[in-house]
């Protein structure tokens, strides 16, 4: 059997680097015939020395130097801020897994699902952003949506159990963040060590931050309203601080078909590569006697206003998505230099949302204005505060 052949888009970064994990194990199945990083080159020079992939992408003009000059013998370089993109369009591929964080996966993952691949999506922002226009590109190149976000992966395994028409809804679990059961008080005085302390996963530093403030559960809401068609309304949030179950769907008979493992990233990314068969995962298997309870919270949305944020621009759809997620990585970015505090982030996004002018049918291009816009009105948000 011809090997699938794989480009991994963000192999420095934590998604990434899972990814290379499990194809590790899969190398009777899989090769990777190409990278991409953003500044890291050193760690990337030696995934190229590991991996020996023909081609690879570097944004960092100055990290794509470095690279060339580290790696020995013939290496196809592209570099730039369309380096990803070019990646696509010059090498015969079957899958990409997007690992790139934030508003940056956009561009590439519509390339992606332009040339009609499998495409493993662990980049939620771009989905955010324009998901209902990268559905029905799907729908129309025959490019297949893998959900890589393991909540999203859960979903797409129990809808398995039904038909589409006969979920009732989707509930989607939260490890609620460090933060969950802290006071308000307490919360407002949140640090960014504070806020970098997972208590579960084991994620990058943006990721990490949205899951104290719970945008990124308000990121996932809008994700699976566009994954998997739902409406609004039919999405729920539970806080399961185990992480253990990791979604799950209720059908019309009020059957709940749940999807349960360790957290860890590596078996949801590997789903989305062997889909629909399975096979043996380097993550750990559970020990359901070992864990001997789970437990389930109601989200409290006065705390976390992001929830209910997330609704309401699951509802909007349009250009909502596009200013909420930049709006947040504007924020984040302004709380991670000491800008803003921890409770100004959600506040800032809903002021944001606030002022914009919403359109119902963008294009990109009408997308990435209202990006572009919603990244300069944080700033201008924080300047008037
Ligand atoms: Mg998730």
Redesign the pocket.
């Known amino acids: 059997m011809a090997k699938q052949r794989v480009l991994i888009l963000g192999s420095t970064g934590s998604i990434g680097q899972n990814s290379l994990e499990v194809l590790a194990g899969l190398r009777d199945r899989f090769e990777v015939v190409g990278l991409a990083a953003g500044s890291r080159w050193e760690l990337l020079a030696d995934q190229v020395a590991r991996w020996k992939p023909p081609r690879v992408a570097v944004s960092c003009p100055e990290a794509s130097e470095s690279l060339r000059g580290a790696v020995e013998g013939t290496l196809c370089v592209h570099s730039g801020a369309d380096a990803m993109v070019e990646m696509l369009g010059a090498c015969d591929f079957d899958c990409v897994i997007v690992g790139v964080v934030g508003a940056a996966a956009l561009a590439p993952t519509i390339r992606a699902v332009e040339l009609g691949k499998r495409v493993a999506i662990a980049n ?1 922002e771009s989905f955010v952003m324009a998901g209902a226009l990268l559905s029905s590109l799907a729908e129309t190149t025959g490019a297949q949506l893998m959900p890589v ?4 992966s859960a979903v797409f395994q129990a809808m398995h159990a039904g038909r589409a028409e006969d979920v009732q809804r989707v509930v ?1 679990t939260a490890s609620g963040g460090p933060f969950w059961d802290w006071p308000a008080e307490k919360i407002s005085q949140a640090t960014l060590a504070d806020a970098l302390q997972h208590p579960t ?1 084991d994620m990058g530093p943006k ?1 990490t931050i949205d899951s104290a403030t719970m945008m ?2 308000a990121l ?1 809401i809008v994700e699976a309203r566009w994954l998997f068609g739902l409406r609004h309304d039919q999405i729920e949030v539970i806080i399961h601080p185990e992480s253990i179950v990791h979604s799950l769907v209720e059908f019309l008979d009020g059957s709940m078909v749940a999807q349960l493992g360790t957290p860890d990233m590596r078996t949801p990314i590997q789903y989305a590569l062997t889909y629909p068969a399975r096979v043996a995962c380097p993550s750990p298997h559970l020990d359901l006697a070992a864990i001997r309870k789970m437990t389930f919270h109601q989200p409290d949305t006065e705390r976390f206003r992001s929830l209910a944020i997330g609704h309401e621009v699951a509802r909007r759809g349009g250009t909502a998505g596009a200013v909420m997620n930049a709006a947040n990585e504007a924020a984040v970015e302004m709380f991670r230099n000491g800008a803003i505090g921890f409770t100004d982030i959600t506040v800032t996004v809903e002021e944001v949302l606030r002022r914009h002018s919403w359109s119902a049918d963008p294009s990109l291009e009408e997308l990435m204005r209202a990006d572009a816009w919603a990244r300069d009105e944080v700033l201008r948000c924080a300047a008037c505060s």
Request: charged residues 45%; negative net charge; aromatic residues 10%.
């Open positions: 939620k976000d393991s909540e999203h989607l996963w990721i990124n559960k996932e």
